[in-house]
Nanobody, 116 residues
Framework: QVELVETGGGLVQPGESLRLSCAAS????????MAWYRQAAGKQRELVAKITRGAGTQYSDSVKGRFTVSVDNEKNTVNLEMHSLKPEDTANYYC??????????WGRGTLVAVSS
């Protein structure tokens, strides 16, 4: 069983930045893709950013240009740099990993709250 642990969430003001990190118990390059999802209160979980082996990155329209997903080879983590945060970015953020196309491993999530 693979364990994914997210860290880095917190409370920030609009316009500020946060960096989320997802540590995996298995070599991250063994996965077909890894991604960050988020779920706001009363809403469905949505894809935020994905990094796919051999295919690069993709982002939701709502975060494109503000968020960046990347891997840290030495730490075996997938990171999400979030800038110019907005109140609508408030959500629980989840890391996922997939052996094929769809996620089959999930972290427990980390809360990001953007409020003045």
């Amino acid at each position: 069983q693979v364990e994914l642990v997210e860290t880095g969430g917190g409370l920030v003001q609009p316009g500020e930045s946060l960096r989320l990190s997802c540590a995996a118990s298995r070599n991250i390059f063994s996965f077909a893709n890894m991604a960050w999802y988020r779920q706001a209160a009363g809403k469905q979980r949505e894809l935020v950013a994905k990094i796919t082996r051999g295919a690069g990155t993709q982002y939701s329209d709502s975060v494109k240009g503000r968020f960046t997903v990347s891997v840290d080879n030495e730490k075996n983590t997938v990171n999400l740099e979030m800038h110019s945060l907005k109140p609508e970015d408030t959500a629980n953020y989840y890391c996922s990993a997939a052996d094929f196309k769809d996620p089959n491993f999930w972290g427990r999530g980390t809360l990001v709250a953007v409020s003045s």
